[in-house]
């Protein structure tokens, strides 16, 4: 079965870190782009990796917070989430995409997601 399945959130105070992964199974992605989406609000593209070439793109609201790497001996791309803030609070998303410009229109692949909350 091609799938790709998240794990790692949770809840974390304001200020803290957190880890999120996205495994791939039974195919290897292009790239991978992490989405986020809170309540009321549109899905966002957070962050991507090209898993060939080893590009990153971030979104400006986390650049320098948020680190995204990719294992592919393991098949598995993370996203490490420091300094999280209240507003960090979103379901996220990872899913494999055709172009690293964090827009939802090239997703071909979506994982079912994994929530994180920010709050004291």
């Known amino acids: 079965q091609l799938q790709l399945v998240e794990s790692g959130g949770g809840l974390v105070q304001p200020g803290g870190s957190l880890r999120l992964s996205c495994t791939a199974s039974?195919?290897?992605?292009?790239?991978i782009t992490w989405f986020r989406q809170a309540p009321g609000k549109e899905r966002e593209g957070v962050s991507c990796?090209?898993?060939?070439?080893?590009?990153?793109t971030y979104a400006d609201s986390v650049k320098g917070r948020f680190t995204i790497s990719g294992d592919n001996a393991k098949n598995t791309v993370y996203l490490q989430m420091n300094s999280l803030k209240p507003e960090d609070t979103a379901d996220y998303y990872c899913?494999?995409?055709?172009?690293?410009?964090?827009?939802?229109?090239?997703?071909?692949?979506w994982g079912q997601g994994t929530q994180v909350t920010v709050s004291s």
């Open positions: 899913a494999e995409v055709l172009v690293c410009d964090l827009k939802v229109r090239t997703v071909i692949k």
């Open positions: 039974g195919f290897t992605p292009y790239a």
């Open positions: 990796i090209n898993n060939r070439s080893g590009s990153t």
